[in-house]
């Protein structure tokens, strides 16, 4: 079947989507035993209770002991509701989203899991853009173990942005010169990057260009300098915006015929994934230019003498990069 969306472009990030410790299931709902199913109602019916009650805690443990019975999507999905309601925002978003094939899948037992769907396609949709969008880059060469807000990573997620939950996050790496931790700070929608690549702890040396008075840079650079950092943004928008179409119109090949045409009750899910596409390909439009314009002036404006009136200094050391300069 030939793909039922296409992208301008095959440049296109795709989100973490690795879940946190894995969640122990039961036995499926076409395997399951009616001992096992009275079993696993007790705890969701006490569960169901403290969610009713504001005890979130209490409520997701309670459905991940009844999912731990019997595999159901319901389950699975209101302990996805509980972890939002707890604002961990990040795990929410990575269990909504596995509940989607298991309720799928559970149609085939009862058309009510089509509901189960929706609503975790729909909580999915809510908690992207709750979540924070952090990168970690290692130094060139070195591995070992990386840690993000207590939740140990798998090597394969340190190529993409990693969901984390909006406010300070710890990073640590337990690399070949022992633990380092860095924190950051994320809004909601926001991206971040530490890089361990670059040391925090090493003194400030002056660096050749630095010490180097000749070399200098006038306004055209300045305005290039700006001009590529648009540009950088503008990238990262591409590959989030990119990455959110890319979700969503993988979902809907799984329910949409082979020449396009898709159930009436997608149609929000279709818009979205226009919109989405919409973004990223004008973020992408902006991201190059950004590029281009800036490297040219940056590049091609002449080095201004020492005599002139007026002039800005790129400085730079290890742990600075800012603009200097007379007036």
């Given at each position: 079947?030939?793909?039922?969306?296409?992208?301008?472009t095959p440049l296109v990030l795709a989100l973490a989507l690795a879940a946190a410790p894995a969640l122990?299931?039961?036995?499926?709902?076409?395997?399951?035993?009616?001992?096992?199913?009275?079993?696993?109602?007790?705890?969701?019916?006490?569960?169901?209770?403290?969610?009713?009650?504001?005890?979130?805690?209490?409520?997701?443990?309670?459905?991940?002991?009844?999912?731990?019975?019997?595999?159901?999507?319901?389950?699975?999905?209101?302990?996805?509701?509980?972890?939002?309601?707890?604002?961990?925002?990040?795990?929410?978003?990575?269990?909504?989203?596995?509940?989607?094939?298991?309720?799928?899948?559970?149609?085939?037992?009862?058309?009510?899991?089509?509901?189960?769907?929706?609503?975790?396609?729909?909580?999915?949709?809510?908690?992207?853009?709750?979540?924070?969008?952090?990168?970690?880059?290692?130094?060139?060469?070195?591995?070992?173990?990386?840690?993000?807000?207590?939740?140990?990573?798998?090597?394969?997620?340190?190529?993409?942005?990693?969901?984390?939950?909006?406010?300070?996050?710890?990073?640590?790496?337990?690399?070949?010169?022992?633990?380092?931790?860095?924190?950051?700070?994320?809004?909601?929608?926001?991206?971040?990057?530490?890089?361990?690549?670059?040391?925090?702890?090493?003194?400030?040396?002056?660096?050749?260009?630095?010490?180097?008075?000749?070399?200098?840079?006038?306004?055209?650079?300045?305005?290039?300098?700006?001009?590529?950092?648009?540009?950088?943004?503008?990238?990262?928008?591409?590959?989030?915006?990119?990455?959110?179409?890319?979700?969503?119109?993988?979902?809907?090949?799984?329910?949409?015929?082979?020449?396009?045409?898709?159930?009436?009750?997608?149609?929000?899910?279709?818009?979205?994934?226009?919109?989405?596409?919409?973004?990223?390909?004008?973020?992408?439009?902006?991201?190059?230019?950004?590029?281009?314009?800036?490297?040219?002036?940056?590049?091609?404006?002449?080095?201004?003498?020492?005599?002139?009136?007026?002039?800005?200094?790129?400085?730079?050391?290890?742990?600075?990069?800012?603009?200097?300069?007379?007036?």
């Amino acid at each position: 079947m030939r793909p039922l969306f296409s992208f301008a472009t095959p440049l296109v990030l795709a989100l973490a989507l690795a879940a946190a410790p894995a969640l122990a299931a039961g036995a499926s709902l076409a395997d399951a035993t009616p001992e096992q199913v009275a079993a696993a109602r007790g705890p969701y019916v006490e569960a169901k209770k403290a969610f009713d009650a504001g005890d979130y805690a209490a409520a997701q443990e309670g459905f991940a002991a009844s999912y731990a019975i019997v595999a159901s999507p319901n389950s699975h999905l209101m302990m996805a509701k509980a972890l939002e309601k707890l604002e961990r925002f990040a795990d929410a978003y990575r269990e909504a989203k596995a509940v989607l094939p298991e309720a799928e899948a559970a149609v085939a037992v009862d058309e009510k899991y089509a509901r189960t769907a929706d609503d975790a396609r729909a909580l999915v949709e809510d908690m992207r853009r709750r979540v924070g969008y952090l990168t970690v880059r290692l130094p060139y060469g070195e591995t070992g173990a990386v840690t993000v807000a207590g939740r140990r990573l798998a090597a394969e997620e340190l190529d993409e942005p990693i969901l984390v939950d909006p406010g300070p996050v710890t990073v640590s790496f337990d690399g070949p010169r022992g633990v380092e931790s860095r924190t950051m700070t994320l809004g909601k929608g926001g991206t971040g990057l530490i890089d361990f690549g670059k040391r925090e702890d090493a003194p400030p040396t002056p660096s050749p260009i630095e010490e180097d008075d000749g070399f200098r840079i006038g306004p055209a650079r300045g305005v290039g300098i700006a001009l590529g950092g648009i540009g950088v943004a503008g990238m990262v928008m591409f590959g989030v915006f990119g990455s959110f179409a890319k979700s969503t119109y993988g979902d809907l090949e799984t329910v949409c015929t082979a020449d396009g045409r898709c159930p009436a009750d997608r149609q929000a899910d279709i818009d979205a994934g226009k919109r989405d596409q919409t973004i990223a390909n004008v973020s992408l439009v902006v991201g190059v230019s950004g590029l281009i314009a800036g490297t040219s002036l940056f590049l091609l404006e002449p080095e201004i003498d020492d005599s002139a009136t007026a002039s800005v200094r790129l400085e730079v050391s290890p742990t600075y990069l800012g603009l200097g300069g007379r007036f």
